[in-house]
């Protein structure tokens, strides 16, 4: 699989990276009525979602002129099965997981689109934790789950793309393979000397401290993705507690109903 066929979208794919800089441009109507429909042609299970849009630059993150937040959304479909004498019974862990991938996926067509049109995207992933308080802000109505932030606007910046795992490291074929040493240190490689050969966590100032009693061995010269990574991964969030608490409060359950 040496041989890559590019063409102008695929060449676009390739070129993905997020923008944490903008400039201070209005996008027009007719571009972001072109990008959230681009979003909504995206395959769907449900079309269970909906995009709160805001202008109120000053406010975003990065202060990029557009900040949509993609919501998963049960209530519309509600709306409409009532007019036929319907209701959802769907459990919620089932409509939340189809929820995440319409909601996913259309983000993501929305990305592209973006980006074909000259301007540049960051998604913002801690949106389901402050749930309760963009749902007030947005008046969002209950089964209506804000499930990622996206910035966009024209850039300001012009990083290069971000490194990604080998294909080999992704792409299995008929079986999952044993990971050996190897495979996991040629990732890892990959990886770490890319982000630090771009500067990308000194450019952010974004190293993580350590919690507990683990010994900080790391600066800008040697910080990078994986150790980044398992900072995040191996420190925060081990309860359910809170997300469960901001899903519930948005009216989602992960309680079984069945024999109640
Ligand atoms: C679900 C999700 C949440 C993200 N959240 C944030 C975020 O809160 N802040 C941020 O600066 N970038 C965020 N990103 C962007 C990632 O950091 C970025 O996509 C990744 O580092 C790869 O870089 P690239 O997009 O430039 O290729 C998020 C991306 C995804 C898919």
């Known amino acids: 699989m040496q041989d890559k066929t590019y063409n102008s979208a695929i060449n676009l794919l390739l070129q993905h990276r997020s923008i944490r800089k903008y400039q201070d441009k209005t996008v027009p109507d007719e571009i972001i009525e072109n990008i959230v429909q681009s979003g909504q042609q995206a395959a769907f299970a449900y079309q269970a979602y909906s995009v709160l849009l805001s202008r109120e630059k000053e406010k975003h993150p990065f202060h990029?002129?557009?900040y949509f937040v993609i919501c998963i959304d049960f209530h519309k479909i509600g709306k409409i099965m009532e007019t036929k004498n319907w209701k959802v019974i769907m459990n919620d862990l089932?409509?939340?997981l189809l929820g995440m991938q319409d909601a996913a996926y259309m983000a993501q067509n929305m990305v592209i689109a973006a980006e074909s049109l000259g301007l540049g995207t960051c998604y913002i992933g801690s949106v389901p934790y402050y749930a309760d308080k963009i749902a007030e802000r947005l008046k969002l109505p209950q089964k209506v789950f804000p499930l990622v932030g996206l910035t966009v606007?024209?850039?300001a910046e012009n990083p290069p793309t971000r490194p990604r795992y080998p294909l080999e490291f992704v792409l299995f074929e008929n079986e999952y393979p044993e990971l050996d040493k190897n495979a996991v240190n040629r990732a890892k490689k990959e990886m770490d000397d890319g982000y630090l050969s771009q500067n990308y966590y000194r450019n952010?100032?974004?190293?993580?401290?350590l919690?507990?009693?683990r010994e900080e061995t790391f600066d800008y010269d040697?910080?990078?993705w994986t150790e980044h990574i398992s900072r995040k991964l191996g420190q925060w969030e081990p309860s359910t507690k809170r997300l469960l608490e901001q899903l519930e409060?948005?009216?989602f359950s992960f309680k079984d109903t069945e024999n109640e």
Not at 204 to 209: D, E, I, Q, V
């Open 211 to 213: 919690i507990g009693d």
């Open 64 to 66: 990029a002129p557009l």
């Open 249 to 251: 409060k948005r009216g």
């Open 153 to 155: 606007g024209y850039p």
């Open 94 to 96: 089932s409509c939340m």
């Open 222 to 224: 040697s910080y990078s």
């Open 204 to 209: 952010l100032n974004a190293k993580l401290g």
